[in-house]
């Protein structure tokens, strides 16, 4: 069967074309936002099919797992579900898992190992570094996944070490990969390194990969860190086929390494590179634009780019501006039903976004939109899968899968409780501490009877012989119904529903938990079945084992969401909101502090600042209709209210070069002093308030 014909002529501009058509060589795509660089990927595929190339030799790799699973559905309709589905369209993680999967015994790891998660790293390193202070594990964390995505092993990381706390960071660091080993586990950084390691080292697998993967896309290029790059360029080789597109001004992930150098460093690893610029915008007014275009103009640059678009001028940017937290999430409820009035039933809820810089910030908006009755989902948040009962049964499977995954093994052996105490667990992980092996393993020690009673043993052989049984009927599960069955078998002979009731004394909220397990077990049953449903997209695969869907469950889970195409408001980061658009765009809490966000122990360095007005950048950037910027007079700072300061970036957007009525100069002018005055008069209540 042939591809439906790409008329990819009379979707893309002149320059999108050129990218498109150069397959001989590496291309590189630098151009602002909303220039259609996504687009560019998402037509070359079907590009590089019509021209010959199988779809399983095809990788395209995205920053999310939401953005893969966009572009596996506009790659659909471009070329049909047959190639779509050989298609390895992925992130660098996914990708680094699929690698290990097969070549993870040349690393040293054996076939079945495990993925920790955030949590379980906390652990294994307030363990590794002998502390319970979560704070000071959280630190170490940061600091050695920092290290890995530079490239450094734990010796390097001692040499280079600048301060006593790096010095102690790399000594954990040491411990830490010791019992990742013992563990046969790896955290999510090892799952680029760890590729990266057998690509340089290992000529034969290194062949076999650039043999598989024959052309290679990468989409948000500017975010790719130093390790990302290396593998990178050894998948690609010699023959460096691949297109990158990016954009500078849009990299916000340096606090998690990723380095604009790779920018730089592409047209000097690669001399024929072909370098395409885009200039046209397509998403955004020419007022939202230009205040775009004001911003990032204070950067520095290293790109000269320009950025039109062929829209009128449309709305003025609207200037917000509330009393504190509560009254801004009433605005921008009030802006919604007002945009909604106006322009009648065609502007649905989904068109709707709030951006904000932290987390946290959502709450007020949560409360508001409820409260009127409008449907929304946190994105990028707390997500289904973070739930403790699913974490729970992830740490079930995940056992299963690799028996030496101390992690798990201890949610497992705990969840529910079967009588094991805690002075048996302690008595099992003392053991296998002296014996350097698994908890596992030690269980089934003989001389296990040392260190614990005939009774504990008892106890734990039980568990362990459940374990291996169940182990057995994974492997040996698939399809959905099937698997269905099996787990819901085990739930019930672990007596998981009894145990959320017992352990939650609000029955409603039992209920709800375990209904959030049955999801849980009919979204893994359909991937069993080869359903793949995640993101609002659905595509077919395989069937596959349960154990084999259990072996990916924390990546898969690691950005997965749900109820994406209902027509809800989304809520969500700045960070998370990269690469997306919205005809309605709400950014919340742009006030110094908070947006650029300066933690109160923090020195602002220029690069920082830098940052965060790229990420200012990319929030103006998601809007293409309506854009409103909100300020907040006074806000909420730990326990206290601070007076509120609009946020430099405001200035810097120079909104008076649109039609607004008053000048926004005057305006802010005329803002900052009236904060001046009332946050005198409101530091005297607030102190009236305390007392
Ligand atoms: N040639 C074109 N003609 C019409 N619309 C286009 C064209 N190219 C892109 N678009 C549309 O413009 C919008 C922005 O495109 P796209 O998301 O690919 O931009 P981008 O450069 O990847 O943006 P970002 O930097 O935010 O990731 C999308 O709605 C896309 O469908
Ligand atoms: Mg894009």
Redesign the pocket.
């Known amino acids: 069967m042939s591809s439906p014909p790409l008329d990819a002529a009379a979707?893309?501009?002149p320059a999108?074309l050129e990218a498109v058509y150069h397959l001989t060589g590496p291309c590189l795509v630098v151009?602002?936002?909303?220039?259609?660089?996504?687009?560019?990927?998402?037509t070359k595929i079907g590009q590089l099919l019509k021209s010959g190339y199988a779809a399983r030799n095809i990788a395209a790799i995205t920053f999310t797992n939401k953005a893969a699973q966009e572009m596996r559905e506009r790659a659909k309709a471009l070329v049909g579900p047959r190639a779509a589905k050989d298609l390895a369209i992925s992130t660098f993680h996914s990708l680094g898992v699929r690698i290990l999967r097969q070549e993870g015994t040349r690393v040293g790891l054996k076939e079945q190992f495990s993925i920790l998660d955030s949590d379980d790293v906390l652990s294994v390193l307030r363990d590794a570094g002998g502390t319970t202070d979560a704070n000071q594990a959280r630190s170490w964390q940061w600091t050695i996944s920092l290290w890995k995505n530079m490239g450094l092993n734990a010796a390097q990381a001692a040499a280079q070490a600048k301060d006593e706390n790096e010095r102690t960071a790399a000594i954990v660091m040491t411990k830490y990969q010791e019992r990742l080993a013992a563990y046969q586990a790896v955290d999510f950084d090892d799952l680029i390194s760890l590729p990266l390691k057998l690509l340089t080292e290992d000529a034969e697998a290194r062949g076999k990969w650039q043999d598989t993967l024959r052309y290679v896309l990468v989409?948000?290029y500017q975010d790719t860190n130093a390790v990302q790059y290396d593998l990178l360029k050894q998948l690609v080789g010699e023959r460096a086929l691949f297109t990158a597109?990016g954009?500078d001004d849009?990299s916000i992930y340096g606090w998690r390494g990723a380095t604009i150098e790779n920018l730089k460093r592409l047209p000097l690893d690669f001399p024929q590179l072909k370098v395409i610029p885009?200039e046209?915008?397509?998403?955004s007014t020419g007022a939202i634009l230009r205040a775009a275009n004001n911003v990032i103009a204070v950067n520095p640059k290293i790109f000269d780019k320009k950025l039109w678009s062929e829209f009128g001028d449309g709305e003025p940017v609207a200037l917000v501006e509330s009393d504190g937290e509560d009254h801004e999430a009433e605005r921008a409820v009030s802006r919604i039903q007002a945009i909604r009035g106006q322009g009648g039933a065609g502007i649905e809820f989904k068109d709707f976004a709030i951006l904000y810089r932290a987390n946290h910030q959502s709450r007020p908006f949560e409360q508001a939109l409820r409260r009127a009755n409008i449907p929304y989902k946190v994105s990028g948040g707390q997500s289904f899968f973070d739930k403790a009962e699913i974490k729970d049964l992830c740490g079930w499977l995940r056992l299963l899968v690799n028996q030496d995954d101390d992690p798990a093994f201890l949610r497992a052996v705990t969840t529910p409780k079967r009588g094991i105490g805690h002075q048996t667990i302690a008595g099992l992980s003392q053991f296998a501490g002296k014996w350097k092996c698994s908890m596992y393993e030690a269980l089934f020690a003989e001389s296990l009877g040392t260190a614990l009673s005939a009774k504990q043993i008892g106890s734990l052989h039980e568990f362990g012989r459940y374990v291996n049984e169940l182990e057995y009927k994974a492997r040996h599960t698939s399809g959905a119904k099937e698997a269905k069955v099996l787990l819901l078998e085990w739930l019930s002979d672990i007596a998981y529903e009894q145990h959320l009731y017992d352990n939650e004394e609000n029955e409603k909220v039992a209920a709800a938990r375990w209904n959030n397990v049955l999801d849980f077990v009919d979204w893994v049953a359909k991937r069993c079945g080869g359903e793949i449903q995640e993101d609002g997209g659905k595509f077919e695969t395989e069937k596959q084992t349960v154990l084999q869907v259990a072996q990916t469950i924390s990546v898969i889970l690691s950005m997965a969401e749900r109820n994406e195409d209902q027509d809800q408001v989304v809520l969500t980061t700045l960070h998370a909101s990269?690469?997306?658009?919205w005809p309605h765009v709400f950014l919340a809490g742009v006030n110094e502090g908070l947006l650029p966000f300066k933690a109160d122990d923090e020195e602002m360095t220029a690069q920082r600042l830098e940052e965060e007005r790229r990420l200012m950048y990319?929030g103006i950037?998601?809007a293409?209709k309506t854009l409103a910027v909100s300020t907040l007079r006074r806000r909420r700072k730990a326990r206290e209210l601070v007076m509120g300061i609009p946020s430099r970036f405001i200035l810097e957007m120079k909104l008076h070069e649109s039609s607004v009525k008053e000048d926004p100069r005057e305006k802010l002018k005329r803002l900052r002093e009236a904060f001046a005055a009332k946050g005198a008069a409101s530091s005297a209540a607030q102190a009236a308030d305390k007392s």
């Open positions: 979707t893309l501009n999108q151009a602002g936002a909303g220039s259609g660089k996504t687009r560019v990927i998402t989409d948000e597109v954009d849009q885009l046209q915008n397509y998403r990269k690469g997306l658009e990319v950037t998601r293409r």
